[in-house]
RNA sequence: GGGCGAGUGGCGGAAUGGCAUACGCGCGACACUUAAAAUGUCGUGGCCGCAAGGUCAUGAGGGUUCAAGUCCCUCCUCGCCCACCA
């Protein structure tokens, strides 16, 4: 095989020889066991839902991609997997307006984007490509499910859910607020309302303090913890019980805030808490149930507004304050939530925003128990003198004069001890809700029989596969499109007894919930992964991906894994060492990219005109990773230019030896910084910049007239994780190699060092510093002491004018970087 | 309302407490061209100055330090996430 020899920049010839010749060998291979040390670098797994890869996705995959081949380089056994989440309603939507399958349109679209993958040169072991749709796959998927159901971590319960005509039932998290406060769905925008189902939930809650833990044993960003831990939202208080008057039943509400409690002036109810019916007074039933009635069927936007506007209803009944004996009129309103806490709360109108709102609404004392920095003391009668944060207990008996930190302390101990409270723990997160109304999604492989229990399908039943259908639709109520499949739903239990298959399939987020798992071991048929396998290969060592994703799939897959741990099955309990988020790339109008604006930057048409390459740094040179930022056409121009002109550069190498002069000195000193450099931020995966330290020696070799190939050499090595194709198409010319062996290409070449010398032992121009200004420049070496620069100043004449006639006071020599005088 | 983060040229952005504005874009001048594009060379923070040089600039104001874009305090603005969460 002879390979033709190109001698004028052609990104097309270029690219479409090399691409070949890499995929064909997988020169990418990450091999399991390998002596060498393992990085497993990650970026979150493509969603092909559109025609093909989304120059904004592009940018995020190229940073780690640049990154892993230079671990490669450094001599790692890297694994950069890929693959395909191709479940869900998108994917649905893309094969319905195609008129095709989505089993059809999701084999087309892997295909295309595994095109566009190789089409900008991704360095990627193929060998481990998954789809997530594939039952091969969710065969595990539906495995792993069953051990949280066998956990009794999964359960069929009644939840409240958001539910919107097209988009169907969703989860919390698949809400979103839309432009007018409003909540719509984020798939597609549509209006949602509440509505209660039968739902598949996971029970995150039980994970919370190990996910919680698991957060001090990782390298995640402070910011990505905080949204974690807010998201989980634990708060530790008190669950004090009250007497109610003239009755034998009791009210619990939570509290963090105890201290504050001889202030409490009323007790607020859920509507629909179940305590509502047993202590309203008969007199006031009919109001209040009408009252609850009309809260139910609110819509949020409603709820939202009655933020500024409180409502609700008192029901005859008070509950007896333990500690003053005072009594407190118990009513309902709406905007004490069933599903914090014990969905009651008690009212400190002096101390909490709301509460006074709704103390205003029915006239009801507000009492100051708490004194801020102002010191203001008079009854409080203004919004503005409600204060929450710091102060002095007054009017509350033994707490007087207490800092409100301590006072809380001491009035929990008081509460537990007098058995009027029990310390009290409660989590904002909730149920995970794992059951969607659509086709497009993994079966859940449960039957439900006739006494209405549920039941697992055997382990040899799976997979469960997904039965073809025309009708993706779920009915307005109850029935989810594969209900609509009698056939495939009627099945018999264990016993043989007549049974019916569960119709609601999982949310998009369960096949990418364990996916890092099945890259270490993708073809096995007997287990999601070998334990041996997952022991070398886990945890993940840099875990890249979106922000948008920092409290969903980020912490939910924590989860799966945490639980996995516990059953033994994973050797680590956290998956992902390192996490960054991605920055957003917008389009050149500054707005986000969407269809609808028509501003979509496509990587299919760069690298058409531009080449892979220029693509690729272009995508990598324009800001740093974890920044959103507009595309600029400008800048893949000049990423054009810089490849061809290193092309170019080719015409400069000479093989000989090379004469010694200060140009050859010049381009040794500049290639050592290079290479210190780029190895420097590439480590601190500033590819940004490292291209800039590129376009620095880019312009040092424009500038000489030959350089010498073994630094030559050296530059194409650092080149190579940044633009793979030319980096290849100059390896293979320079070391005149005539046919394609793997073990030649420059990809399994190894990083090249730097000689330190080179850099330190010179001459350098030392600023010198007069009263915090720069007066002058000095040409120091790393032998000069203070005691030189000292000399060498008081020589200096231009120095001298303005040392003149002074004392220095105080010198300040840092070698290398500065000398500082104070006169 | 709560949490997190960010404010540096005309723009994207550099800068372990040590010469602010690297690198790129854009702009200007020149070269090549009949001309334009492309390409190349040089220049490019503001103000004063023919120049040498001086001086002011990293959202605003204070502070620590020989030295602050960087550390501390107060404030302003913007972005993202969460939000009647007790």
Same mark, same amino acid.
């Given at each position: 095989m002879s390979q033709e020899k190109i001698t004028k920049y052609d990104h097309k010839k270029i690219e479409q020889l090399w691409k070949e010749k890499w995929y064909a060998d997988n020169i990418y291979e990450a091999v399991d066991f390998s002596p060498k040390p393992k990085k497993y670098i990650l970026a979150e797994l493509p969603y092909?839902?559109?025609k093909s890869l989304h120059v904004g996705h592009a940018m995020r995959y190229t940073v780690p991609e640049m990154y892993s081949r230079f671990l490669r380089m450094k001599g790692y056994n890297v694994m950069f997997p890929m693959g395909w989440d191709a479940f869900g309603l998108p994917t649905e939507m893309y094969a319905i307006k195609n008129g095709v399958s989505p089993q059809d349109a999701t084999k087309k679209l892997a295909i295309d984007y595994k095109k566009a993958f190789m089409d900008i040169g991704?360095?990627?072991?193929? *060998?481990r490509e998954i789809n997530t749709t594939d039952p091969e796959y969710y065969k595990w998927t539906q495995w792993l499910f069953l051990k949280f159901y066998e956990n009794g971590l999964a359960e069929y319960k009644d939840m409240p859910v958001w539910y919107s005509q097209t988009a169907g039932i969703l989860a919390d998290e698949e809400v979103i607020n839309g432009e007018n406060g409003e909540k719509i769905a984020e798939r597609d925008g549509s209006k949602v309302e509440r509505k209660m189902f039968k739902q598949w939930v996971l029970k995150i809650p039980a994970y919370t303090e190990k996910l919680l833990e698991g957060l001090n044993q990782v390298d995640f960003p402070e910011s990505i913890k905080s949204a974690q831990i807010n998201w989980i939202g634990k708060k530790e208080g008190i669950n004090i019980t009250y007497k109610i008057k003239d009755s034998k039943e009791t009210v619990t509400v939570f509290t963090t805030?105890?201290?504050? *409690?001889?202030g409490a002036t009323f007790v607020v109810i859920a509507p629909?808490?179940?305590l509502v019916e047993r202590i309203i007074k008969p007199e006031f039933k009919t109001k209040v149930m009408e009252y609850a009635r009309k809260s139910k069927n609110k819509s949020e936007l409603e709820r939202m507004e009655g933020g500024k506007n409180k409502s609700g209803e008192f029901t005859g009944s008070y509950a007896i304050?333990?500690? *003053?004996g005072y009594e407190m009129p118990i009513y309902v309103a709406?905007?004490?939530?069933?599903?914090?806490?014990?969905g009651v709360v008690v009212g400190v109108p002096g101390h909490d925003r709301r509460d006074f709102e709704f103390a205003g609404l029915f006239n009801l004392p507000v009492v100051r128990v708490v004194v801020g920095g102002d010191g203001d003391t008079s009854d409080? +009668?203004?919004?503005?003198?409600?204060?929450?944060d710091e102060g002095t207990m007054i009017?509350?008996?033994?707490?007087?004069?207490?800092d409100i930190h301590k006072a809380t302390q001491k009035i929990m101990d008081f509460m537990v001890e007098k058995g009027m409270g029990e310390r009290s723990t409660t989590y904002k997160i909730r149920d995970?809700?794992?059951?969607?109304?659509?086709?497009?999604g993994e079966p859940i492989p449960v039957i439900h029989t006739q006494d209405g229990k549920t039941q697992a399908l055997a382990?040899?039943?799976?997979?469960?596969e997904l039965p073809y259908s025309n009708d993706y639709t779920a009915d307005s109520?109850? +029935?989810?499109?594969?209900?609509?499949?009698k056939a495939w739903i009627k099945t018999q239990d264990k016993n043989g007894q007549p049974a019916e298959r569960e119709s609601q399939t999982m949310p998009t987020w369960a096949g990418s919930s364990w996916y890092f798992l099945r890259?270490?071991?993708?073809? *096995?048929?007997?287990?999601?992964?070998d334990f041996k396998k997952m022991k070398y290969w886990l945890p993940v060592d840099k875990y890249f991906g979106g922000?948008?994703?920092? +409290?969903?799939h980020l912490l939910y897959s924590r989860f799966w894994h945490r639980f996995l741990y516990d059953l033994g099955?994973?050797?680590?309990?956290?998956?992902?060492q390192w996490r960054m988020n991605g920055g957003l790339m917008l389009g050149p109008d500054g707005k986000k990219m969407s269809k609808r604006l028509g501003n979509i930057v496509e990587p299919g048409v760069l690298i058409e005109n531009y080449g892979a390459d220029a693509t690729r740094i272009a995508l990598a040179f324009i800001?740093?990773?974890?920044d959103t930022y507009p595309w600029n056409e400008n800048t893949i121009k000049a990423m054009w230019r810089l490849v061809k002109n290193i092309y170019d550069?080719?015409?400069?190498?000479?093989?000989?030896d090379v004469k010694q002069d200060d140009e050859s000195e010049a381009i040794k000193k500049s290639y050592n910084k290079l290479v210190k450099n780029v190895t420097e931020m590439c480590n601190a995966l500033k590819m940004n910049t490292a291209i800039s330290e590129i376009m620095i020696f880019v312009n040092d070799l424009k500038r000489t007239k030959t350089v010498d190939v073994e630094t030559w050499k050296g530059f194409i090595k650092v080149i190579a994780p940044f633009m793979p194709f030319v980096a290849e198409e100059l390896w293979q010319e320079i070391n005149n190699f005539t046919t394609w062996d793997k073990n030649n290409s420059i990809h399994w070449q190894s990083w090249p060092k730097f000689d330190k010398t080179q850099i330190q032992n010179v001459a350098t121009s030392l600023p010198i510093m007069i009263n915090g200004k720069i007066r002058g420049q000095m040409t120091t070496t790393p032998i000069d002491t203070e005691e030189t620069i000292r000399v060498k100043i008081a020589e200096d004449g231009k120095l001298r004018t303005y040392l003149q006639?002074?004392?220095?006071k105080k010198l300040v020599f840092v070698t290398g970087k500065i000398v500082s005088i104070q006169i």
């Open positions: 092909p839902s559109g991704y360095g990627v072991d193929w *060998n805030r105890p201290d504050t *409690n001889f629909e808490h179940p304050n333990g500690l *003053n709406d905007y004490v939530l069933m599903g914090f806490g014990t409080i +009668t203004k919004i503005e003198q409600v204060q929450e009017n509350s008996s033994f707490l007087d004069g207490m995970w809700i794992f059951s969607r109304q659509r086709y497009w382990d040899r039943l799976l997979p469960l109520f109850g +029935t989810a499109p594969l209900g609509k499949l890259y270490i071991d993708p073809h *096995n048929d007997k287990a999601f992964a922000a948008e994703h920092t +409290t969903v099955l994973v050797p680590c309990p956290e998956p992902y800001g740093p990773y974890s550069l080719k015409e400069k190498v000479v093989l000989g006639d002074k004392e220095i």
